[in-house]
């Protein structure tokens, strides 16, 4: 059986690429490759699962706001 998880990808300034999945409270992960990134982002959820279940929240997307500087 496979579950789907939602994974947000952001770039730090250093260059690394960080993952975060939403559904999985802590389940952090980053890597200096997308490749690498997306094998420990499954070792990451793996072993999250390990320890909880995950929120029932739906993730709706990412919308960029502007406010004043």
């Known amino acids: ?3 789907e998880f939602d ?4 770039k730090d300034q250093d260059g ?3 993952a975060t999945v939403p559904a999985l ?3 952090h992960t980053q ?3 997308l490749d690498a990134l997306m094998k420990r982002v499954q070792e990451a959820i793996a072993l999250c699962l390990e320890v909880e279940e995950p929120v029932t ?3 709706v997307g990412v919308q960029r706001v502007s406010v004043p500087a």
Do not use: D
Request: some cysteine; charged content about 20%; overall charge positive.
């Open 16 to 18: 690394y690429y960080v």
């Open 25 to 27: 409270r802590g389940c």
């Open 57 to 59: 929240n739906q993730f």
């Open 31 to 33: 890597a200096k490759s």
């Open 1 to 3: 059986m496979h579950r």
């Open 7 to 10: 994974v947000v990808i952001e």
